[in-house]
């Protein structure tokens, strides 16, 4: 009876990365049922938000049993992402993976069910780019699709590469009843603006959009084929101040070209709200800039 090697070395493998992350992945109790979280920095647990509604009651449950108090230290909604910060909290912080992936790239999904058990399973991570919208004007150009069920506890599991490093932190509340992962290097990057400002900066204009196709002849020499006519500017609105009209055609923020709503909100987060951004502007079939300082959204809006 012949041995398949390379199948009990995968298998052996598999274990040793489950292994080896029990100290970091741990159970959330942060609402009727818990959820799993990933220990990201010294006290620090990144789980989902929607698993996290008791702000004032959250536990951590530690690999060792051990429950511990939790408290929000911030979180975007949008991404479905919540940070906690548990004081006493040893640190066990798994490695970022901050290289892009590929599809066909082998993931161990190590996440916590229920009872508090951990569980791993293997599964083939697909690179979604531009092409998962969240929230309000929220827009994710890179995701990453996974081909497991979403089990119970499913939520805030680490997805883990075939050497131990974080690729992203699963959820199911992006896109209902669908396993999807944030990439580890996004996560960090939301963590990271939680930490320096304790909320999610998000910006705002003030104004109204719809996207256009803009014939040749009157893009002044610009490459865009399509941008965003202004069909509204709110009074008192950075848009005003800056001298945005109705009938402008916006097709760059910052640099990076736009052709729809969602594209342009997505740039109107982290350090550029409070900052004076230069705004690529057609307007009589004439190219402009225009510099607009990006206003702050409270979470109400």
């Known amino acids: 009876m012949s041995t398949n090697t390379a199948l009990i070395d995968l298998s052996a493998a598999c274990e040793q990365v489950a292994r080896d992350a029990t100290a970091s992945v741990v159970q959330v109790h942060?609402?009727?049922r818990p959820a799993s979280g990933i220990v990201i920095a010294p006290e620090r647990v990144v789980t989902t938000s929607h698993s996290v509604e008791w702000e004032d009651q959250t536990r951590v449950r530690t690999a060792d049993g051990?429950?511990?108090?939790?408290?929000?230290?911030g979180r975007d909604a949008q991404l479905d992402l919540v940070l906690l910060r548990v004081p006493t909290l040893e640190g066990h912080a798994l490695t970022v993976a901050d290289s892009a992936l590929s599809t066909g790239t082998l993931g161990l999904v190590v996440g916590r069910t229920w009872s508090g058990h951990l569980r791993a399973r293997l599964t083939t991570i697909t690179a979604l780019e531009g092409s998962v919208r969240v929230g309000r004007g929220t827009?994710?150009?890179?995701?990453?699709?996974?081909?497991?069920?979403v089990y119970p506890g499913f939520s805030g599991s680490a997805v883990l590469l075939a050497d131990g490093r974080l690729a992203g932190l699963a959820t199911a509340g992006l896109v209902r009843a669908t396993a999807l992962?944030?990439?580890?290097?996004?996560?960090?990057q939301v963590i990271d603006g939680i930490e320096r400002h304790g909320s999610v900066k998000r910006g705002f204009l003030g104004i109204t959009s719809q996207p256009v196709q803009i014939p040749e002849r009157q893009r002044d020499g610009r490459s865009e084929a399509a941008g965003l006519l202004v069909t509204?500017?709110?009074?008192?609105?950075?848009?005003?101040q800056a001298g945005l009209l109705v009938g402008d055609i916006v097709v760059g923020f910052g640099g990076t070209s736009v052709d729809e709503p969602e594209s342009l909100l997505a740039l109107l987060t982290g350090d550029r709200v409070g900052h004076a951004t230069p705004v690529a502007v057609l307007r009589g079939g004439?190219?402009?800039?225009?510099?607009?300082?990006?206003?702050?959204?409270?979470?109400?809006?």
Do not use: I, N
């Open 30 to 32: 942060g609402r009727r």
């Open 66 to 73: 051990r429950l511990l108090a939790a408290q929000v230290a």
């Open 286 to 301: 004439r190219g402009l800039d225009v510099s607009v300082t990006v206003g702050e959204r409270s979470d109400r809006e």
């Open 181 to 188: 992962a944030l990439p580890a290097g996004h996560v960090r």
């Open 232 to 240: 509204g500017v709110a009074a008192g609105t950075p848009a005003e």
């Open 139 to 149: 827009r994710l150009d890179r995701a990453l699709g996974l081909d497991v069920g």
